[in-house]
Nanobody
Framework: QVQLVESGGGLVQAGGSLRLSCATSRRTFSSYTMGWFRQAPGKEREFIATISGSAGSTYYADAVKGRFTISRDNANNTAYLQMNNLKPEDTAVYYC????????????????WGQGTQVTVSS
């Protein structure tokens, strides 16, 4: 059973920054695409960013492009999401997930998920 554990969420003022981490037990971690999603109350889970296994390719949703950066440390089986210039509309539960599909952006393309970490941005 593959486990993913997110951490780093919290309460921050608008304009602030947070760095989320996603530690995984997935074997051959570097072979899998990693993705970050978020879900606000009453809304569907939405794609944020994805990174290829080798970390050579990244792709972002327009809503976060230029503010968020996805990265990974394959030696430590961990993915990261650096979030800068946070806005109140970024408030959501953030999830990491793994996929065997390159540049996966749909939830159905991911087969293992973490439990989520809450990010709250106050105005």
């Amino acid at each position: 059973q593959v486990q993913l554990v997110e951490s780093g969420g919290g309460l921050v003022q608008a304009g602030g920054s947070l760095r989320l981490s996603c530690a995984t037990s997935r074997r051959t971690f570097s072979s899998y695409t990693m993705g970050w999603f978020r879900q606000a109350p009453g809304k569907e889970r939405e794609f944020i960013a994805t990174i290829s296994g080798s970390a050579g390719s990244t792709y972002y949703a327009d809503a976060v492009k230029g503010r968020f950066t996805i990265s990974r440390d394959n030696a430590n089986n961990t993915a990261y999401l650096q979030m800068n210039n946070l806005k109140p509309e970024d408030t959501a539960v953030y999830y990491c997930a793994t996929s065997s599909i390159y540049r996966a952006i749909r939830t159905a393309q991911y087969n293992y998920w973490g439990q989520g970490t809450q990010v709250t941005v106050s105005s």
